[in-house]
C-alpha cells in the first residue's frame, strides 16, 4: 500500500513534467477564429430589408415619320416684271415671277422643295418630243439648284428668277435653267420628284420648225 509519501512524490513528477514542456496539451483550435483570419477583407453581404429600388426605365424612342409621298396637283405659272429705269420708261424687261401651287402634300413638317435643272435633255432631231425633262430621268445633284422652298401646308410659293441668257430662265449665278421639279422633304427623307415645267428644246434652246 503506497504510504503517503508515495502520494506526494508523485504529484511532484507530474508537476514538474508539465514545466519542462513534455506534456501535450488536449484543448483543440478555436475554428472559429481561424475562419476569420483567413477571411480577413471580404465583407458579407448584408441582408436586404425592405422595398427593392426602383429601376430607372428608359423613355421609348419616338418613331420618325414616313418618307412623304410625292407631291399632287402641281401648277406652274410666271410673268415678266417690268422695271422703270425713270419716268416713262417702261422698256426693260426684268426678273421673272414664278408660281409654283400643289395640292397634297399640306402636312405640317414637311417642307416642299423647288428646283431648277440646269440641263436640257433633248432627244435629238426626229423626235416628236422636245421637253427638255421626262419621267425617270435621273437628276444628280449637280444638275440641280434649290430656287424655292415653303411649308407644305401654305400649299403655293411664289420667288423670283432672273433672265436667262438664252431667253429663258437662269439663277442667281447666271446659269441657265431647262425645266423644274418639286419634292416634298421631312426628318426621314424626301418623295420623288415631280415635274413641274419639263421646259422645250425648241423655243429655249433655238428656234425649231413647226413644219
Known amino acids: ?9 508523485a504529484m511532484l513528477a507530474l508537476a514538474l513534467a508539465g514545466c ?15 475562419d476569420a483570419e483567413a477571411n480577413v477583407g471580404v465583407t458579407a453581404s448584408p441582408t436586404p430589408t425592405g422595398h427593392p429600388k426602383p429601376q430607372a426605365t428608359a423613355e421609348p424612342t419616338p418613331t420618325p415619320p414616313p418618307v412623304p409621298r410625292k407631291p399632287t396637283g402641281v401648277t ?3 410673268h415678266n416684271e417690268v422695271l422703270q429705269g425713270g419716268p416713262g420708261d417702261t422698256d426693260g424687261i426684268g426678273d421673272y415671277i414664278l408660281k409654283v401651287t400643289w395640292e397634297r402634300p399640306r402636312r405640317k413638317g414637311t417642307e416642299i422643295r423647288v428646283y431648277g435643272v440646269t440641263k436640257c435633255f433633248d432627244l435629238g432631231a426626229g423626235s416628236a418630243d422636245d421637253s427638255c425633262l421626262r419621267k425617270q430621268t435621273p437628276l444628280p445633284a449637280e444638275l440641280r439648284v434649290l430656287v424655292a422652298r415653303a ?7 411664289t420667288f423670283r428668277l432672273p433672265l436667262g441668257g438664252d431667253g429663258g430662265f437662269a439663277d442667281e449665278d447666271g446659269r441657265p435653267i431647262y425645266s423644274f421639279v418639286i419634292a416634298a422633304y421631312n426628318e426621314s427623307g424626301h418623295s ?20
Not at 519542462?20 to 481561424?34: F, H, I, K, R
Not at 411649308?151 to 410659293?157: E, N, T, W, Y
Open 76 to 78: 406652274f405659272r410666271f
Open 151 to 157: 411649308s407644305a401646308s401654305k400649299g403655293k410659293v
Open 20 to 34: 519542462d514542456g513534455t506534456a501535450v496539451s488536449s484543448a483543440q483550435p478555436n475554428v472559429l477564429e481561424s
Open 192 to 211: 420623288i420628284f415631280e415635274i413641274v415645267d419639263p421646259g422645250t428644246y425648241c423655243g429655249r434652246i433655238r428656234e425649231c420648225d413647226t413644219y
Open 1 to 9: 500500500m503506497i504510504g503517503r509519501r508515495g502520494v506526494i512524490v
